[in-house]
T-cell receptor
């Protein structure tokens, strides 16, 4: 099956620093990737839709200047948490659907293993 | 808008017990439906899926049937194991390359 990787799997940083998280589709191309955030014992909340070659679309309430998304290629999207603070500590998960040329009605998404961010 | 409602947890069962986790949805059109499982400290794994009404998804002894008339996609397993302890998420997607809409998740604990 399709594989999505994330790097790093966990990171601990000091308050005020920036952290970059990478999401890669290893064996398929994905024009669109999604970034989710998950607080402990809660569901996934969509943060933004990452589009290759264009600006990301952010969900209401998500600060685009704080969570910078770059979709550099058809297999890589990055999320940078700028000037991180303890309240940004969370589990960040990306997902992607293989490009289907618009002909497939099958909507499966493949998830990365997640990145646990702890801001001290 | 689209939404997914699943039963609140946590659910605690003895090994070999029967499992049902209810999931209902609201959507325009004909969404695809999914169950994902998340083991402690890990990301989400697709457990099973159904893309049209009356489809039954099944995997690892789990199954769920897409019921359009009741807008439901309940997860069932006849005999749970300790290794099934995890959080289960019901989700829908109404077309390709759109984000999934998740339920709140149901934590299952199976005790020996």
């Amino acid at each position: 099956g399709a594989v999505v990787s994330q790097h790093p799997s966990w990171v601990i940083c000091k308050s005020g620093t920036s952290v970059k998280i990478e999401c890669r589709s290893l064996d398929f191309q994905a024009t669109t990737m999604f970034w989710y955030r998950q607080f402990p014992k809660q569901s996934l909340m969509l943060m933004a839709t990452s589009n290759e070659g264009s600006k990301a679309t952010y969900e209401q309430g998500v600060e685009k200047d704080k969570f910078l998304i770059n979709h550099a290629s058809l297999t890589l999207s990055t999320l940078t948490v700028t000037s991180a603070h303890p309240e940004d500590s969370s589990f960040y998960i990306c997902s992607a659907s293989p490009d289907s040329g618009g002909h497939s009605s099958y909507n499966e998404q493949f998830f990365g293993p997640g990145t646990r961010l702890t801001v001290l | 808008g689209n939404s997914v409602t699943q039963m609140e947890g946590p659910v605690t069962l003895s090994e070999e017990a029967f499992l049902t986790i209810n999931c209902t949805y609201t959507a325009t059109g004909y969404p695809s439906l999914f169950w994902y499982v998340q083991y402690p400290g890990e990301g989400l794994q697709l457990l099973l899926k159904a893309t049209k009404a009356d489809d039954k998804g099944s995997n690892k002894g789990f199954e769920a049937t897409y019921r359009k008339e009741t807008t439901s996609f309940h997860l069932e397993k006849g005999s749970v194991q300790v290794s099934d302890s995890a959080v289960y998420f019901c989700a829908l997607s109404d077309r390709g390359n759109t984000p999934l809409v998740f339920g709140k998740g149901t934590r299952l604990s199976v005790i020996a």
